[in-house]
């Protein structure tokens, strides 16, 4: 059976700082879902928890409190609708969510490469494709040793223009140490989390790049690695991004209903 586009596990809302659209609501994304024909959509907003110490300027008002002004989620025959978050990774044990708080949320995505956030996420000392290859592989295997509730968990974005603003994704990519790199993608699978294809990544021109942006997905699934997809959109006109651009992804990998990470 093919790969289901059936699902949207990785958006934001109104209560993102980096959407703030009143048009992008709980109810939109609800909408799209049922037009779409999904089964599933997950509500994935910006979080840093105010029990974690250490929040940027950005992240602090993204607390707990703030993102479940959302709550309680409509309930719809047709699509189930998931209150997660997309929190911060910083590196070590340095998780934008507490441990005691893990039960607030159904679906946690961790991002391992907002390299964006230069001296929060990033120390600036990473500053070429070679370093920054080893800075997200280094990332990934710290994640690896958190005690998650993986089957709970998504790993975003591996591809992301983010990692490398200022720099060549595409190397970077294509730089990250292969043995590492399937040592944590086979701990990811034997853990049950689930990895990412965010859509949003996948723009035009994509295919000319596309041996790197597909060698982290092409190794994971080696590895055994189950998959979601994800619009990671802020406003209205993103959430077509995952019917728009998943197929090509899906046929690109070899993707099939097997190879779908379920959120139990
Ligand atoms: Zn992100
Ligand atoms: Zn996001």
């Given at each position: 059976m093919p790969f289901p586009i059936d699902h949207d596990m990785h958006c934001h809302t109104v209560l993102s700082s980096c959407s703030s659209?009143?048009?992008?609501?709980v109810q939109a994304l609800l909408e799209h879902a049922k037009r779409r024909g999904y089964t599933l959509q997950c509500v994935t907003d910006h979080l840093w928890d105010s029990?974690?110490?250490?929040?940027s300027g950005w992240y602090a008002p993204q607390n707990i409190e703030h993102v479940s002004q959302n709550l309680p989620l409509p309930q719809d025959d047709q699509v189930r609708l998931v209150f997660g978050c997309e929190t911060e990774f910083l590196g070590?044990?340095?998780?934008?969510?507490d441990p005691s708080h893990?039960?607030?949320?159904d679906f946690i995505v961790i991002p391992?490469?907002?390299?964006?956030m230069k001296n929060f996420v990033?120390?600036?000392?990473?500053?070429?494709e070679e370093k920054i290859a080893a800075l997200f592989v280094q990332r990934l295997e710290d994640i690896s040793n958190l005690p998650l509730p993986?089957?709970?968990v998504g790993i975003a974005?591996?591809?992301?223009?983010?990692?490398?603003k200022e720099g060549d994704q595409y190397r970077v990519y294509e730089l990250v140490d292969e043995a590492r790199f399937r040592a944590v993608m086979r701990k990811f699978a034997d853990f049950g989390a689930g990895i990412e294809i965010n859509?949003?990544?996948?723009?035009?021109?994509w295919r000319d790049h596309e041996s790197a942006m597909l060698r982290l997905y092409r190794l994971a699934k080696e590895e055994g690695c189950k998959f979601y997809l994800a619009s990671?959109?802020?406003?209205?006109?993103?959430?077509?991004l995952v019917p728009q651009r998943a197929p090509e992804v899906i046929a690109a990998l070899g993707l099939?209903?097997?190879d779908q990470f379920i959120l139990t």
């Open positions: 659209d009143p048009a992008q609501s029990a974690v110490p250490g929040a070590g044990t340095r998780l934008g969510l893990y039960d607030a949320f391992p490469n907002h390299f964006h990033r120390p600036d000392t990473y500053d070429t993986w089957r709970k974005h591996m591809t992301c223009s983010l990692i490398f859509l949003s990544c996948f723009g035009p021109g990671d959109a802020h406003h209205p006109a993103e959430l077509d099939t209903e097997d």
